[in-house]
C-alpha cells in the first residue's frame, strides 16, 4: 500500500526564516538566565515587579482579573497541544509532533524540577494568596505562563507555515502574543506571580519550541537530502 507524500505545506519549514528565529532563540535564553541571576534567593519584588503588580491590582477589575488568569489553565493550554499533536500525527507531520508535544514537555520538567530549584526564588506575597487555592513556592519561571508561551509559540509557527496573506498572518499573530502577555497579567494582577517570573516563562516556553523547530528543520532537510532506498549517486 502506498502512503500519500506529505503536502506541499507540510513540507514547508516550520521556522522559515531560520537567522531571525536563532536569534530569537539565544535572546530568550540569554534574558532567561539574567533575570534568574538576578531574583535567585530573593522572594521579594525586584526592579519592575512590584510597581507592575500595584498598577495590575489597582487598575484591573476583580473579575477580570479571574478571566485573564484562565488563560494560563493548564487544562486549556495543555489540550490544545494535545489536539494539534494528534493531528500532527494522523497527517504523519512528525516535526510538527516535536514542537506541539516534546518541547513544552521538556519545557515543564525543566522549570519545575531544574529552573526553579536551581534559581531558588519563592514568591514572597504568601499572606495575599489564599490557602485554599495556593501556597507560596518556587516562582521563577512561571510555569504556567511557560505553558501558555510555549502553546502560542506553537500555534504562531502553524500559522505562518500556512498559505495565507499577510494581513490575516499578521492579524492571529498578534492575537497569540495579546493572548500571551493578557495571561501573564492574569497571574500578576491576581499575585499569583511577579512580572519577572512570568518574562522568565515566556523566555523559556517560547525559546524551547523554536529551539526545536530549527532542529526539526535541520531533521528534516538532512532526511530530503537523501538519495531513496536503492539509488545509488
Known sequence: MNVASPTATQRRPLAARRAPVAATVVAAF???????????????????????????????????????LALTDPVLTVGILVLISIGALVVRAFDVVAIAGLAPLVGLLLESHVLKPAFDRRFGLAEQLDPAVLEAGYAYPSGHETGLAATTTVVALLVLRLELRRGPRRAAVAGLVTWTLLGAVGLVGNNFHYATDTVGGICLGTGLVLATALLADAVAARRAARPPAGQFT
Open 30 to 68: 540569554a534574558v532567561l538566565a539574567a533575570l534568574g541571576w538576578w531574583v535567585h534567593g530573593n522572594p521579594r519584588p525586584v526592579g519592575f515587579d512590584e510597581p507592575t503588580r500595584h498598577w495590575l491590582v489597582t487598575h484591573t477589575d476583580s473579575v477580570v482579573a479571574r478571566l485573564l
